[in-house]
T-cell receptor, first 112, second 114 residues
Framework: DTAVSQTPKYLVTQMGNDKSIKCEQN?????MYWYKQDSKKFLKIMFS???????INETVPNRFSPKSPDKAHLNLHINSLELGDSAVYFC???????????FGSGTRLTVV | GDSVTQMEGPVTLSEEAFLTINCTYT??????LFWYVQYPGEGLQLLLK?????DKGSNKGFEATYRKETTSFHLEKGSVQVSDSAVYFC?????????????FGKGITLSVRP
């Protein structure tokens, strides 16, 4: 069983569209994250949720809206997609109080 | 704020060569330090970690020692293999609990030729 799974793995869409990326973890972790990896491989945190509560929001445009229906899921919805949103988005999870981060395999988003 | 600085890449080595990838950090507290590896087309995998000064993390022949006096966590391997070709990220986390997060360096691409 995949510990942190993301769907879709690849997403190609036109500018201006709205899209969602889904993430699920079966590790029983309390905290989930979204990271963005740009074309130069640089990784930066976007959001974190702990037990469905938003904890970290790192200066991400309002077009990005995370949603956590329960502590095993953290979805990322992006409105009005722009060319600069093209990147690989990684979901991750960790148990509270530890540094045991587990990453998903990533979603490569291409905006054309 | 927290930051991680890695040496500039890419790095190309011959099989069985010695590897050192430098990493230094800036943090307000006493962070935990990590090396993650990303193989082509895959997600990030934890390679090793150290949670306090002088700790040595090790895995798959890779080692790194947490040096508080030099704020460094350099990655080493005595004899690299072609299968070690990947992108390597140094990272830190200076908090635990609900507001924990990882701060990454820029990553360095390692290519090992036969």
């Amino acid at each position: 069983d995949t510990a942190v799974s993301q769907t879709p793995k690849y997403l190609v869409t036109q500018m201006g569209n709205d899209k969602s990326i889904k993430c699920e973890q079966n590790l029983g972790h309390d905290t989930m994250y979204w990271y963005k990896q740009d074309s130069k491989k640089f990784l930066k945190i976007m959001f974190s949720y702990n037990n469905k509560e938003l904890i970290i929001n790192e200066t991400v445009p309002n077009r990005f809206s995370p949603k956590s229906p329960d502590k095993a899921h953290l979805n990322l919805h992006i409105n009005s997609l722009e060319l600069g949103d093209s990147a690989v988005y990684f979901c991750a999870s960790s148990p509270s109080g530890t540094h045991g981060y587990t990453f998903g395999s990533g979603t490569r988003l291409t905006v054309v | 704020g927290d930051s991680v600085t890695q040496m500039e890449g890419p790095v190309t080595l011959s099989e069985e060569a010695f590897l050192t990838i430098n990493c230094t950090y800036t943090a307000t507290g006493y962070p935990s330090l990590f090396w993650y590896v990303q193989y082509p087309g895959e997600g990030l995998q934890l390679l090793l970690k150290a949670t306090k000064a002088d700790d040595k993390g090790s895995n798959k022949g890779f080692e790194a020692t947490y040096r508080k006096e030099t704020t460094s966590f350099h990655l080493e391997k005595g004899s690299v293999q072609v299968s070690d070709s990947a992108v390597y990220f140094c990272a830190l986390s200076d908090r635990t609990g609900a507001n924990s997060k990882l701060t990454f360096g820029k990553g360095i691409t390692l290519s090992v030729r036969p």
